[in-house]
Structure formats: structure tokens, C-alpha cells
């Protein structure tokens, strides 16, 4: 009785220092998997939301993330020079200030290639720097192995 008992600490602690080394090899294996590239899509025209997809690119820009964002339908107001949004706590800022920040940072920004075409804005009413996106181009970069999608 004794011995099975022996054996079955000695098998225990065994596992449990198998499982305390194997730790960090998963922890490696999740950051060997983390994307380099960032693909944020806001086609949300709710102000919280936009605000939301924004803090969230702004973090993943402060990781080391290459952010690209593509704005459509009611997201692509975002894009529009003297639109006017809400600011939000606790940062007292608005979805459009958090953009400008993340294009200042070398943010590719662009509006869906059907926004302007089907609203009463034009190229001229964007904000400096944004562009109208092109779809090819725009598929090729989604299905890059390395692009994480998020969509607002």
C-alpha cells in the first residue's frame, strides 16, 4: 500500500513538472502565431462602435502591428472631413481623432471603392490622406496568411 501510494506521488509530481515545463513552450507556440498585419474593416455607422474598432487598432498599432483600415457604408462617414462625432470617455476624444492619430502613425486608411460613388461625398470631401480603396488589391492583402480581419 505504501509503495503504490510512493508511486503514485512520485507519477504526480512527475506530471505536474512535465506540465510546468511544457508552459512556456505553448506560450511560445501563441506568440510564434501572433499577425503582423492588422485588417480593421468599420462599416458600423454607431459612434461607441467606430470608437471601440479605433481604440482597439490604436493598441494593436502600439504592439507593433501593421494597421490597415478600410471604411464602409455608415463607417465611411469617419473618413469625412468636418464630420462631426461625440467624444468619449475616459480619453475626451472622438472615432475621427483616434483615425487621425492612427494615419499620423502610418495608418493606410481607405473608403470602400462603392462609398463615394453611392453618397453625396467625393474624394475632395476625405480627409488628407485617405484613399479609395481597389478591390483586387484589397482581396489579395485579406488573404495574406499573416493578415488578422476584424470587422466594426
Known sequence: MIYSL???LVALLI???GLALTGPAHAQDRADTTADEVFVVVSSGEAQTQMMAMVLATQMK??????RILLCDAGGTLAVEGAS???????NRGPQ??????MQKSTTVEVCA???PNTEYEQ????????????????????KPNVRYFTF
Request: charged content about 15%; glycine content about 8%.
Open 62 to 67: 502600439a504592439k507593433g502591428a501593421s494597421v
Open 124 to 143: 475632395s470631401d476625405l480627409l488628407d490622406g485617405i484613399s479609395v480603396a481597389k478591390p483586387g488589391p484589397v482581396a489579395e492583402y485579406m488573404m
Open 114 to 116: 462603392i462609398f463615394l
Open 85 to 91: 462625432f461625440p467624444t468619449f470617455k475616459p480619453a
Open 97 to 102: 481623432e483616434l483615425l487621425q492619430g492612427l
Open 15 to 17: 506530471s505536474m513538472f
Open 6 to 8: 510512493n508511486s503514485f
